[in-house]
């Protein structure tokens, strides 16, 4: 029987990077933990070499998670910052980049500290929630020289991948319409999250990855958002946090073509709904089309006793799993945690892959990589900011909104019905 081993192989001297942490919720335990965990024994990278990368500390709320890892990790050097200098104490300690994967109205405060202290920073989607923060975070990384990215691990997921090869080698021709949705159980507002979602919505937690997906896919220009969606379940029917939410987006592309995409969101699905959290997309070309489900393209289990509350029934293998490899090692793997470590090389390449003559060129050449670089998530940001306009006025009795991107009001315009003139909500073009 093959030895069940979990030993990394030995490096003598390495390069390093040091690493601090905004938030230790879910997303941490999923793919940042995996990460750092394998990461503080060596990555490999050829244009930069053998580097490790050391999680220092982080900043939470409370400090609870904090305390709870780094016991299980038995890291008394651990730092556990709290309090309202925690981000600044932990920027302090000697970071070189930090990873925020607070709630997504908190993450601009974290991303501009980092920013102003010269630190890299990687971002949870959404990166921030408004045009005009996005803009003063893509400033202070031009101006301090360093990488401001966001996190869309579906971009990486291997379907996804697929599609944008078939796109891009024009296989599928010209993209009609579209339809996503991902519904997630009831114990993801009402537990995991339930301390944040007081006037947040489902659409900007997760339909994002969907607009990220189609943006960067498809290309063409945003022309307008619409929005609606349901309460009642995880708060107050008249009130201003949302159970369920359906987005449109109208783009138009270079040949003067339109395609419309519906984006529906959900977190109150039963618990003990067999998909947990379900994935569908569909899209409609000139020659074809495209459709991918996540109960139809993997595996389902069933643990009695275990499923579908401690194991899930469907389970992803791709995004990030537990794995026992033929040679007797435990490892953990999948898109979630790859695209973290694809950001951990990219500050790699930047810091240690040449002189420090051409670290601007280094730096100038990362920064234009549009499927994580914040200068590239304008659309993004902007479908995200009407979606949370629309529903607020929503929320305020003036439902059906629409806003219109880069008309001849501005970046972006909130019209609403019975009301003669346009909101505008950002002058700049989008």
């Not at 990460?35 to 503080?40: G, I, L, M, Q, S």
């Not at 050097?77 to 309202?84: L, P």
């Not at 021709?173 to 919505?201: D, M, T």
């Not at 947990?276 to 991918?292: H, I, L, P, S, T």
């Amino acid at each position: 029987m093959e030895k069940d081993t979990n030993t990394p192989f030995s490096l003598s001297c390495c390069s390093s990077l040091r690493a601090g942490m905004v938030g230790m919720g879910m997303i941490f335990d999923e793919t940042y933990a995996p990460f750092f965990e394998a990461a503080e024994h060596g990555v490999y990278d050829p244009r930069s070499g053998v580097f490790r990368v050391n999680l220092i500390g982080a900043a939470t709320r409370t400090g609870g998670r904090t305390a709870a890892y780094a016991k299980a990790r038995q890291r008394e050097d651990f730092g556990n910052y709290i309090g309202d200098s925690a981000i600044e104490d932990l920027i302090g300690a000697g970071i070189d980049f930090l990873c925020v994967a607070s709630p997504d109205d908190q993450h601009f405060d974290a991303a501009r500290r980092a920013l102003e202290a010269g630190k890299h920073v990687i971002i949870e989607k959404p990166s921030v929630l408004d045009l005009a923060k996005l803009d003063e975070l893509v400033a202070l990384a031009r101006k301090n020289n360093v990488l401001a990215k966001v996190v869309y691990h579906k971009l990486l997921d291997p379907d996804h991948k697929k599609l944008r090869t078939l796109v891009h080698d024009d296989v599928l021709s010209h993209v009609n319409n579209g339809y996503c949705s991902l519904l997630e159980p009831k114990s993801i507002s009402g537990g995991q999250f339930a301390a944040w979602i007081r006037g947040r919505n489902p659409g900007t937690y997760v339909a994002v990855h969907y607009i990220k997906l189609i943006d960067f896919t498809f290309g063409g220009r945003l022309k307008s958002v619409q929005c609606s969606g349901q309460r009642g379940l995880v708060g107050a029917k008249d009130g201003d946090t949302w159970d369920s939410t359906q987005l449109r987006l109208v783009y138009e592309y270079e040949s003067g073509r339109e395609a419309a995409f519906d984006i529906h969101t959900s977190w109150v699905t039963p618990d003990n709904f067999p998909g947990y959290v379900e994935q569908e997309v569909q899209f409609r070309f000139d020659n074809g089309v495209w459709n991918g489900h996540s109960r139809k393209r993997g595996v389902e289990l069933t643990v009695e006793g275990r499923t579908p509350m401690e194991l899930k029934t469907t389970i992803n293998n791709h995004y990030n799993g537990s794995f026992l490899e033929p040679w007797g090692q435990r490892s953990r793997r999948g898109y979630g945690i790859e695209v973290i470590e694809r950001f951990a090389r990219e500050v790699a390449y930047v810091e240690h892959g040449g002189s420090a003559e051409t670290r601007e060129d280094r730096l100038r050449e990362i920064s234009q990589l549009s499927y994580n670089d914040l200068s590239s998530d304008r659309q993004v940001v902007a479908a995200v900011q009407a979606m949370e306009i629309i529903l607020e006025r929503h929320a305020a009795g003036q439902p059906n909104g629409t806003v219109e991107v880069n008309g001849k009001h501005g970046g972006l315009a909130l019209f609403l019905p019975g009301v003669a003139e346009p909101e505008v909500l950002y002058t700049d073009a989008v």
